[in-house]
């Protein structure tokens, strides 16, 4: 991911959004795994809530200057799919 790879980015912050970033899927895998509905929700929900934290760490990023408007409008682009996909599979 060139968000996590950009030369400008501190390691905290980057190793942050990493970790959240990483943790959508492993949580969708974890949802996909689940036979009930409400176990399947639980895990979609925590997927969700990382895919929110990793846009409020771009946020931070996109003001402290870190990614230039074009990388951080990709990223916010890409998250704000990923939670409306994420949504419509908890509230079906």
Known sequence: ???IRCS????ARSNYLLWHIASVPQNIAEGCGRTTRADKAKYYTIARGSAMES??????MRIDELIDAELYARGIELLERI?????KLIDP
């Open 1 to 3: 991911c060139s968000i």
């Open 8 to 11: 400008t980015c501190t390691s």
């Open 55 to 60: 846009a409020s760490h771009l946020d931070v």
């Open 83 to 87: 939670v409306a996909m994420l949504t």
